[in-house]
């Protein structure tokens, strides 16, 4: 069993890896990565729901933020540019 302070330790360095992630994907001009760091948002975020006991939350979280959203992403940015101006 992890203690109590090792856990929290845990969740505030997924927790820095989730805002330096999406810190990454605002400030990207390449709108395929900043997809990209979305998507690894999303399993950092996964992550987190699990470490906070929710494995449901956690697989819905994977499916959808990881999968679906990020193919979504990289389809529209297909059609449309992958810079911005």
């Known amino acids: 069993m992890i203690s109590v302070a090792a ?9 820095a890896g989730i805002f330096l992630t999406a810190l990454y994907a605002l400030l ?6 900043s997809a990209l760091m979305l998507a ?8 987190e729901f699990y470490l906070l006991q929710a494995p449901d939350v956690a697989i819905a979280e994977a499916a959808v ?10 389809l529209g940015i297909r059609k449309t540019g992958r810079w911005e101006e």
């Open 7 to 15: 856990q929290m330790v845990i969740q505030g360095i997924v927790l």
């Open 28 to 33: 990207q001009k390449d709108l395929l990565a």
């Open 40 to 47: 690894a948002m999303s399993l950092l975020m996964s992550l």
């Open 65 to 74: 933020g990881a999968g679906v959203s990020t193919l979504v992403l990289v």
